[in-house]
């Protein structure tokens, strides 16, 4: 699986934008980049995954590059609740393999009011 | 909405103890994982289950652990003989199959079992 690249931390203002940025420059061509969140030791949440084209859903936006090496993830008018552990993981989906998710150290997004 | 559901929230057990993890998993999806999460540190995999087998387990997953479905809704990690490093938080995930058009094959959480060895 490709190996991803997240700032440690972030903080955002509330009702703001925020954009959590995720480098992914040895994804191959199978692979989808996915986002999921995690809130105080809760179990992950996903939320939203893509392969070349950007992706809408109610939770968040994702932007990703022409050159799929990199990704953004948005959401559009964070609230105190989305403060949260966000991680980016690529991976190809099953059956083409097990479906695990390797988890990084991901970004801590704190949402300030 | 259906939602993966783990008990016990929390279990406290004696080092050498047996214990077992329950999960009930999304009922139409097929595909069953662990996960672990030791206080402070990164969210780590154990075990994918498929067709009523193992389909890939991590280094971690040794001879103490074993998986099981035992019936069409209930799928349990099982730990022998419990070591003071087993205490973490244990979250069971599942995911459908592809072109099923149940939410795609994204995971699905439950909200873990605080396991602590004593």
């Known amino acids: 699986d490709a190996k991803t690249t997240q700032p440690p931390s972030m903080d955002c203002a509330e009702g703001r934008a925020a954009n959590l940025p995720c480098n992914h420059s040895?994804?191959?061509?199978?692979?989808?980049v996915y986002w999921y969140r995690q809130i105080h030791s809760q179990g992950p949440q996903y939320i939203i995954h893509?392969?070349?084209n950007n992706e809408t859903n109610e939770m968040a936006s994702l932007i990703i590059t022409e050159d799929r090496k990199s990704s953004t993830l948005i959401l559009p008018h964070a609230t105190l609740r989305d403060t949260a552990v966000y991680y980016c993981?690529?991976?190809?989906?099953?059956?083409?393999?097990?479906?695990?998710?390797?988890f990084g150290q991901g970004t801590t997004l704190q949402v300030k009011p | 909405e259906p939602e993966v559901t783990q008990t016990p929230s929390h279990q406290v057990t004696q080092m050498g103890q047996e214990v077992i993890l329950r999960c009930v998993p999304i009922?139409?999806?097929?595909?069953f994982y662990w996960y672990r999460q030791i206080l402070g540190q990164k969210v780590e995999f154990l075990v994918s289950?498929?067709?009523?087998?193992?389909?890939?387990k991590s280094e971690i997953f040794d001879d103490q652990f074993s998986v099981e479905r035992p019936d069409g809704s209930n799928f349990t990690l099982k730990i022998r003989s419990t070591k003071l490093e087993d205490s973490a938080m244990y979250f069971c995930?599942?995911?459908?199959?592809?072109?099923?058009?149940?939410?795609?094959?994204?995971?699905?959480f439950g909200q873990g079992t605080r396991l602590t060895v004593v």
């Open positions: 893509g392969l070349k």
């Open positions: 993981i690529v991976r190809v989906k099953p059956p083409s393999n097990t479906g695990k998710l390797i």
């Open positions: 995930a599942s995911s459908a199959l592809p072109g099923t058009g149940s939410g795609d094959t994204e995971a699905f």
């Open positions: 040895t994804i191959s061509g199978n692979e989808y």
């Open positions: 289950f498929y067709n009523n087998e193992i389909s890939e």
């Open positions: 009922s139409n999806h097929l595909y």
